[in-house]
């Protein structure tokens, strides 16, 4: 008899106790259909499954793990921080350090607030730029994520003259009715909203190379519009860079377009894989923070000294001369590989990365939007997802998700993704 599926039996058990047996939805392959893998342990490049099935790990906890699972540098840094205590609740020299690491990187900041996820920053950020110009309004872009605070989960109302629609239950119109969501990448839209709300508008909060409908990039035109409109009508540009930074390169996706936002929003990488998440931006908007101005903010964890070990230790091995070189040759191999493989099997596919984070479309176009990446056959995505699967690669498990190399993958794992994407392709049902 074959052995019993031990995912299947821990779903099951996982489902029995925890809402879709999982603590996040992206998680419980829903998108994709099938049973999602419950890891056991993970090093370097690889995961195994609760069956002890390697895979190569594209997703590295959706970002954080840039430089692989487990180096040792990072493990040696956190063991020796859990000896000191796991958290003070009280303020520590590492914080300030940490604080020091980010604000050398991003030339854009001046001052930054640790927390304990994006959603938690992107929120607080979302609240100063309200405090800090005394304004409701915000605008936000369809197909971009910034978490789940509630003025965020929203879907674009009917023209520009309405705002926003809730996109969850449990989140009262009211709250959603001072957001906007405009088309990403569309100057006219984004000119139109500003002559009707400008001087009520509080922020604009974009990613700039958007992750979250895969891999989007906002042109150059476009965010300078988004800048330029921004300034002209004081409303405060923050950049949504949890996924993006010190993921696209050693000064995030502001670093790449040569943009300066008011506030930046931070997350994933910075922690290392620890809950650790930070936003930030010129002293004059920070300070409006509490303890010292009017905008409350707080946590239990914020800066936690673990977390903060993490962050550290892995700032520190990113920012060694080469590492990005190294990790966006390796991650434009990969890209590079794949669309020579789906244009081999005559598969329609596209791709694009930037430093260690990549995006796919099964089409010849790049979308320039979410409507065009939601035209996606989502029965071949899922068919290139599962036939990956079972040939031991792991990419994101739903089609508007990226992907991420880290320093640890080799060319052999380079390698062996493309053939078995090239072997994938060849099944795929043909156009
Ligand atoms: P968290 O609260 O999940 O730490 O961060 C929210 C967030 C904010 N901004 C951006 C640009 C993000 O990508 C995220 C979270 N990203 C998702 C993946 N698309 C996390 C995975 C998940 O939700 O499980």
């Known amino acids: 008899m074959q052995n019993a599926d031990q995912n299947d039996i821990l779903f099951e058990r996982a489902r029995a106790v925890i809402p879709g047996g999982v603590n996040s939805p992206v998680r419980a392959f829903k998108a994709v259909g099938g049973t999602p893998r419950f890891i ?23 970002g954080p793990m840039i430089l692989g699972h487990g180096h040792p540098a990072v493990v040696e840094a956190v063991q020796k921080a859990v000896l000191e205590g796991f958290s003070y609740g009280a303020p520590t020299e590492r914080e300030i350090e940490l604080a020091e690491a980010i604000l050398a990187l991003m030339p854009s900041m001046e001052m930054v607030r640790l927390v304990s996820s994006g959603t938690e920053a992107a929120m607080s950020a979302l609240r100063l730029a309200r405090g800090a110009t005394g304004r409701k309004h915000i605008i936000k872009f369809e197909g971009c994520y910034h978490g789940h605070a509630d003025a965020l989960l929203v879907k674009a109302g009917s023209g520009l003259a309405t705002f926003g629609h809730p996109t969850s239950a449990g989140v009262p119109p009211e709250v959603t009715q001072h957001t906007l969501v405009l088309e990403y990448n569309n100057i006219a839209q984004l000119e139109e909203a500003f002559a009707l709300h400008g001087n009520d508008i509080a922020c604009l909060m974009i990613e700039a190379i958007a992750g979250n409908m895969n891999f989007v990039r906002a042109t150059p035109a476009f965010a300078a519009r988004c800048r330029e409109l921004c300034t002209q009508h004081g409303a405060l540009l923050v950049f949504d860079e949890v996924m993006t930074g010190f993921r696209v390169g050693l000064h995030g996706a502001q670093g790449v377009l040569g943009i300066t936002p008011d506030l930046t929003v931070l997350g994933k990488v910075i922690g290392g894989g620890m809950p650790l998440a930070a936003f930030g931006g010129p002293r004059a908007i920070m300070e409006q923070l509490a303890p ?27 920012s060694k001369p080469g590492f990005y070189e190294a990790l966006a040759k390796k991650t434009r191999t990969l890209v590079d590989g794949l669309k020579a493989a789906a244009a081999a099997e005559g598969q329609p596919f596209n791709a694009d990365s930037e430093g260690g984070m990549f995006g ?72």
């Open 360 to 431: 796919f479309f099964l089409m010849d176009e790049l979308p320039q939007n979410y409507a065009t990446v939601m035209t996606t056959d989502n029965a071949k995505f899922n068919a290139l997802f599962h036939g990956l699967l079972d040939r031991g690669v792991y990419i994101a498990p739903a089609l508007y998700e990226a992907g991420f190399v880290s320093a640890a993958h080799g060319e052999e794992d380079i390698a062996a993704t493309i053939e078995a994407a090239r072997q994938v392709f060849r099944t795929l049902r043909p156009l």
């Open 292 to 318: 010292l101005g009017p905008v409350y903010q707080a946590g239990t964890l914020s800066g936690n000294p673990v977390a903060t070990a993490c962050g550290l230790a892995t700032l520190k091995e990113i």
């Open 40 to 62: 056991r342990r993970a090093e370097g490049a690889y995961f195994w499954d609760a069956n002890d099935k390697r895979y190569i790990d594209y997703i590295g906890s959706w």
